[in-house]
């Protein structure tokens, strides 16, 4: 897996609060994340073929310039049955890997009990829309004083990148749920293009003042994780103010003004949809 440099090009006034930095951070925290959710799962399945029955789930978090994996029982008091961790950079070659049963740290505690409010939510209210052909992935993250689960929506079918129908659940630092929101108001999916479609330039989705002024976490996380697979070069997220250009191949984010982005464009090919 490749693994790309970020910078960040403001054309816009600077702020003395740049919200910019936080998005990029959060998205890039979600992207580590889920990349080593994906990895570690591919290793679990290969590693620990004989444990595939026992899983319960899994999540993944941040430590020690680590980023761990676990995978839990499916008992009602579930245990750790495998942990796999990798260096921040993400590289499979510094993969470390164990399996054997031992309780949760107080952290994977709190991580799995946010997890498990979320995943009832997700099963006992229609606030959580579905969709034919995706499932739902929960990243849990927590400090000393607040949780937070993510709520993502993955294509369960070749070929296509999803955007929307994400969700984002606020906890306390006691665990109890605080608030919850969509972070997009419907889901729009984009075909990664065949090798004998016409280039196309750029994709883009339209945020409203729900979603948001600039690019989200969840966009750029999404962008990261499937950019190995799509043929364009760019996304564009536009709002009512600014445009978001995410290029895939440099992780550079670059936010214009509506008004100042309408000057630098011009007869360009997009696929994608409105929020």
Same mark, same amino acid.
């Given at each position: 897996?490749?693994?790309?440099?970020?910078?960040?090009?403001?054309?816009?006034?600077?702020?003395?609060?740049?919200?910019?930095?936080?998005?990029?951070?959060?998205?890039?925290?979600?992207?580590?994340?889920?990349?080593?959710?994906?990895?570690? !799962?591919?290793?679990?399945?290969?590693?620990?073929?004989?444990?595939?029955?026992?899983?319960?789930?899994?999540?993944?978090?941040?430590?020690?310039?680590?980023?761990?994996?676990?995978?839990?029982?499916?008992?009602?008091?579930?245990?750790?049955?495998?942990?796999?961790?990798?260096?921040?950079?993400?590289?499979?070659?510094?993969?470390?890997?164990?399996?054997?049963?031992?309780?949760?740290?107080?952290?994977?505690?709190?991580?799995?009990?946010?997890?498990?409010?979320?995943?009832?939510?997700?099963?006992?209210?229609?606030?959580?829309?579905?969709?034919?052909? !995706?499932?739902?992935?929960?990243?849990?993250?927590?400090?000393?004083?607040?949780?937070?689960?993510?709520?993502? !929506?993955?294509?369960?079918?070749?070929?296509?990148?999803?955007?929307?129908?994400?969700?984002?659940?606020?906890?306390?630092?006691?665990?109890?749920?605080?608030?919850?929101?969509?972070?997009?108001?419907?889901?729009?999916?984009?075909?990664?293009?065949?090798?004998?479609?016409?280039?196309?330039?750029?994709?883009?989705?339209?945020?409203?003042?729900?979603?948001?002024?600039?690019?989200?976490?969840?966009?750029?996380?999404?962008?990261?994780?499937?950019?190995?697979?799509?043929?364009?070069?760019?996304?564009?997220?536009?709002?009512?103010?600014?445009?978001?250009?995410?290029?895939?191949?440099?992780?550079?984010? !670059?936010?214009?003004?509506?008004?100042?982005?309408?000057?630098?464009?011009?007869?360009?090919?997009?696929?994608?949809?409105?929020?």
């Amino acid at each position: 897996m490749v693994f790309g440099w970020l910078a960040v090009s403001l054309t816009a006034p600077a702020q003395k609060t740049n919200p910019i930095d936080s998005i990029l951070g959060e998205g890039l925290a979600l992207y580590r994340l889920e990349t080593a959710s994906w990895l570690a !799962t591919e290793t679990f399945l290969t590693k620990y073929r004989d444990q595939r029955g026992n899983i319960g789930g899994y999540f993944s978090y941040e430590m020690n310039n680590r980023v761990q994996c676990v995978f839990f029982s499916k008992a009602e008091e579930p245990v750790v049955i495998a942990a796999i961790s990798f260096d921040t950079s993400l590289n499979p070659g510094t993969i470390v890997a164990y399996s054997y049963k031992r309780a949760f740290t107080n952290h994977e505690r709190r991580l799995y009990t946010i997890r498990r409010n979320a995943l009832e939510q997700i099963n006992s209210d229609t606030f959580f829309a579905r969709y034919e052909h !995706t499932s739902f992935n929960l990243v849990p993250v927590a400090d000393s004083s607040c949780g937070k689960v993510y709520i993502l !929506t993955e294509p369960e079918v070749d070929g296509v990148v999803i955007f929307g129908n994400d969700y984002l659940l606020q906890y306390s630092k006691r665990d109890s749920l605080l608030a919850r929101r969509a972070l997009h108001s419907g889901i729009i999916p984009v075909n990664f293009g065949k090798e004998t479609d016409p280039e196309l330039i750029q994709t883009f989705h339209f945020h409203s003042r729900e979603a948001g002024t600039f690019i989200s976490p969840t966009d750029i996380c999404t962008l990261m994780l499937f950019r190995r697979f799509a043929r364009w070069k760019l996304h564009t997220v536009m709002s009512k103010t600014h445009v978001s250009e995410w290029d895939l191949e440099s992780g550079k984010l !670059t936010i214009h003004t509506r008004g100042e982005w309408s000057k630098l464009n011009s007869n360009k090919a997009f696929v994608g949809g409105e929020f």
